[in-house]
């Protein structure tokens, strides 16, 4: 079998079940071999390959666009819109993104990547070529727990207008990165649950298939069947969806007949289709959460290559060790109790755990009311997926002083790019009055800041990378002071470079270079965004100051050079993301390509040096 054989929607319209199954079982294994080989996202992409196919064959996606909500189930799609060859680099430099990109192919209609956007993209493009008098669907393919996302139910309510052209595959694998929580999910096991409905339905339309009027009756009763036998599928039929489903999602026989069926319906439409997650590999189906977004791993055994939690691990054993001390202490996450290092947490004190789903305004807001009600949450979120409840941080924490830890994990660059880099959220945050903004370097300053948040009676952040920290001379972090930074080492000359958390590593070994060039440098762990160490700052003035930080700008450099401004010094030379967003690829490689290593921070700040 060949990629140029099976790739668009001519080919696989004409092939049969049989056949495609097949093609199921080849794109199953390129998914393993190249995310074995690179990483990415693994179980939910395997648990959506027949329905990515069904959906190729019965619709032309350059004619009927195909919306991935969250984005990673969308390695099929890639693989049969000739992407094959940029798939054997997935997620690295000048390969295949691991999310829909337009920029990539046109036949990915929008970016993805944060979960609860498909069904208003589609729904938007489906009301502008309905505006338009165009009959094409739109199809909104929605899974992991993404139905239970705010946005997603901000659309679903207007969905009755302008959803004429719209499909919303709702892919039930009853899982986001987490276990699915919260009403939606029960609603929809009940419907899976609810098997006796589709019994009867089968029975009946068999019963009179050979009688033509009954037969279309039996049709026309179909949504009056599901209010009484399957109530809970009411609840989107109430919003003005025809319902259909459940469906096998592995069933590509039952797939292609229920799409040609609908295909030829208006909407809004909804098809429930129940999938598993890691379907076909059976370490990623018994173990869908470790194998949900993972690094490199051995395909035949499904071994994964070690990694260090680092300060992720730290954040779950300092509130389990916390937790003991003070019943106060609470956890609230978004989907993610995993991913920021709750899990022993969630397992030693489950009362005291929350996960809220893929709802980060929620987490913030309830996180808000927990504080109110007397206890101490710490809300642990992607610092990527933050930005969406910044104004909740701002309106329900900040203004009222309510003392809530946010704790922002994967803070920085990260290699599934653009949608996912953590790198713009400062600005914002360290504008809000009254706001503590700190960047631990290491773990164990991590477990200072949290004591040091856990004593203050007002909202605080804490952001940190994936991952550790590498530093290897640089002093044991000592007490915490508000607004204080740390100076790292001094000298009587030279530049000053300040440093935001876990770039202290990176700030060690530019010094190293410098010191073969013999400049002498003084180096400052800045601690904190807000409140920013002023008098520190305005000490160094005269000297070049300069800034490294995982960040775009508007974070510490911008707050260095207010502080500096209305000094006559020689000036701040800031290193950071800058204007322009990274792409995807390994981390090292896009700091390269950005000039954020040490080389060439070293090269830059004596060339500067040298003008100077």
Not at 198 to 218: C, E, F, S, Y
Not at 219 to 234: E, G, M, Q, T, Y
Not at 438 to 457: G, K, T
Request: charged share 20%; aromatic share 6%; proline share 5%.
């Amino acid at each position: 079998m060949k990629w140029e054989d099976i790739a668009g929607h001519d080919k696989l319209s004409s092939m049969s079940a049989g056949e495609l199954e097949e093609i199921a079982a080849f794109c199953r294994q390129e998914i393993i071999q190249q995310v074995s080989c690179n990483g990415g996202h693994l179980a939910s992409n395997l648990g959506c390959v027949e329905l990515t196919l069904a959906l190729h064959k019965v619709f032309d996606p350059a004619e009927n666009p195909i919306v991935f909500d969250v984005g990673h189930q969308c390695y099929t799609h890639k693989l049969l819109t000739g992407r094959r060859e940029a798939f054997l680099k997935l997620r690295r430099k000048e390969g295949c993104s691991g999310f829909p990109n337009p920029f990539e192919s046109s036949l990915d209609p929008a970016i993805g990547g944060h979960a609860g956007n498909a069904v208003s993209i589609a729904l938007g493009i489906g009301a502008a070529r309905e505006m338009e008098n165009t009959r094409s669907k739109v199809i909104a393919v929605v899974g992991d727990g993404a139905l239970g996302n705010g946005i997603a139910f901000e659309a679903l309510n207007t969905a009755v207008y302008g959803g004429k052209n719209l499909i919303l595959v709702l892919n039930d694998n009853r899982m986001s990165i987490s276990p699915a929580v919260g009403a939606v999910s029960r609603q929809l096991s009940k419907i899976i649950s609810g098997r006796f409905y589709n019994r009867t339905r089968d029975i009946l339309r068999r019963g009179v298939r050979k009688t033509p009027r009954l037969h279309r009756l039996i049709r026309r009763l179909d949504d009056w069947l599901k209010s009484a036998l399957l109530p809970p599928s009411v609840i989107f039929q109430s919003l003005g969806f025809r319902f259909f489903g459940p469906v096998d999602g592995h069933s590509i026989p039952e797939l292609i007949a229920i799409l040609e069926r609908i295909r030829e319906l208006d909407g809004p439409l909804m098809l429930h289709v129940v999938t598993k997650k890691g379907k076909g590999v059976p370490y990623a189906e018994n173990s869908p959460v470790a194998y949900h977004g993972v690094g490199k791993f051995e395909p035949g055994s499904g071994k994964l290559s070690d990694h260090s939690g680092g300060f992720s691990e730290t954040l779950g054993g300092w509130m389990c060790r916390k937790a003991l001390e003070d019943e106060r202490i609470v956890g609230v996450s978004a989907a993610m109790i995993p991913g920021v290092g709750m899990a022993p947490f969630a397992e030693k004190f489950p009362k005291r755990c929350f996960d809220v789903g893929i709802a980060e305004e929620h987490a913030a807001i309830f996180s808000a009311g927990l504080a109110l009600g007397g206890k101490r949450p710490v809300c642990a979120l992607y610092a990527t997926f933050a930005q969406r409840a910044l104004d909740c941080i701002y309106h329900d924490a900040v203004l009222g002083k309510v003392p809530v830890i946010f704790a922002l994990d994967r803070a920085g660059a990260v290699p599934d790019g653009p949608t996912h880099h953590g790198i713009f959220d400062l600005g914002f945050l360290r504008s809000l009055p009254g706001l503590t903004v700190m960047m631990p370097r290491n773990s164990c300053e991590l477990e200072l800041m949290l004591d040091f948040a856990l004593s203050l009676d007002v909202p605080s952040v804490i952001r940190y990378p994936r991952g550790g920290a590498s530093e290897k001379n640089l002093p044991v972090p000592d007490e915490i002071r508000i607004g204080k930074a740390q100076v790292l080492r001094e000298a009587p000359g030279g530049p000053v470079i300040w440093a935001l958390g876990a770039e202290c590593g990176t700030a060690e070994k530019t010094a190293e270079l410098l010191e073969k060039e013999g400049i002498t440098t003084t180096l400052i762990n800045a601690r904190f965004v807000s409140p920013f160490d002023r008098e520190t700052a305005l000490k160094y003035s005269s000297r070049l100051q300069v800034v490294i930080e995982d960040h775009a700008g508007g974070g510490l450099s911008s707050a260095l050079c207010e502080c500096c401004a209305q000094e006559s010094g020689k000036g701040v030379l800031a290193f950071n993301w800058g204007g322009s967003v990274p792409g995807h690829g390994s981390v090292a490689e896009l700091r390269r390509d950005a000039g954020l290593d040490p080389e060439s921070i070293a090269r830059r700040i004596m060339e500067h040096l040298h003008r100077l």
